[in-house]
T-cell receptor, first 111, second 112 residues
Framework: ETGVTQSPTHLIKTRGQQVTLRCSSQ?????VSWYQQALGQGPQFIFQ???????GRGNFPPRFSGLQFPNYSSELNVNALELDDSALYLC??????????FGQGTRLTVV | QQQVKQSPQSLIVQKGGISIINCAYE??????FPWYQQFPGKGPALLIA?????SEKKEGRFTISFNKSAKQFSLHIMDSQPGDSATYFC???????????FGTGTRLLVSP
């Protein structure tokens, strides 16, 4: 186990709703990255937070937003959910520039 | 230029055999190359990683071979075991900025 915990593990939302996913980073890690993994594909980078500031963003629309807190935990918020947002959402923590360790993920289903 | 191409898509190896998965990249700025193992319903687990100042790194049964001039790297799993059956992802990034670009994955099945 990596020490990176995500909650909830599963959830089902209706199209148009909003969702918040949470991540507790491994002790001592100051960088959190979020990834979206569609079924049968590799993870896709959403964005990264370093010391509470966004530090890079992938090709995702603004309705994907995030926060990092002083204890380095993080949230991913998705507004106006679409069916294509159904995926496994992964959080990874690291010391900046070092190996990244993933949590078990949150399985989001949009119906 | 941001892609990482991974092959094969799937692989069947007999117990005790060698599993080999290959990846190629285009972006010469990449300087960190990890491999992840993922079981169904779980997050990816870091197996081993290499930086381009070395051509090979070994940890237990897992070895990364790296060819900077060819922009290719590969994972070798020696003495493959049924418990190694999983999906393997290569990835690449620019060290210091952990935006990992993942390959498409290889589903490995090790037959008993």
């Amino acid at each position: 186990e990596t020490g990176v915990t995500q909650s909830p593990t599963h959830l089902i939302k209706t199209r148009g709703q909003q969702v918040t996913l949470r991540c507790s980073s491994q002790s001592g890690h100051n960088t959190v990255s979020w990834y979206q993994q569609a079924l049968g594909q590799g993870p896709q980078f959403i964005f990264q937070y370093y010391r509470e500031e966004e530090n890079g963003r992938g090709n995702f629309p603004p309705r994907f937003s995030g926060l990092q807190f002083p204890n380095y935990s993080s949230e991913l918020n998705v507004n106006a959910l679409e069916l294509d947002d159904s995926a496994l959402y992964l959080c990874a923590s690291s010391l900046k520039g070092d190996d990244a360790f993933f949590g078990q993920g949150t399985r989001l289903t949009v119906v | 230029q941001q892609q990482v191409k991974q092959s094969p898509q799937s692989l069947i190896v007999q117990k005790g055999g060698i599993s080999i998965i290959n990846c190629a990249y285009e972006n010469t700025a990449f300087d960190y190359f990890p491999w992840y193992q993922q079981f169904p319903g779980k997050g990816p687990a870091l197996l081993i990683a290499i930086r381009p100042d070395v051509s090979e790194k070994k940890e237990g049964r897992f070895t990364i071979s790296f060819n900077k001039s060819a922009k290719q790297f590969s994972l070798h799993i020696m003495d493959s075991q049924p418990g190694d059956s999983a999906t393997y992802f290569c990835a690449a990034s620019i060290a210091g900025f952990q935006k990992l670009v993942f390959g498409t994955g290889t589903r490995l099945l090790v037959s008993p």
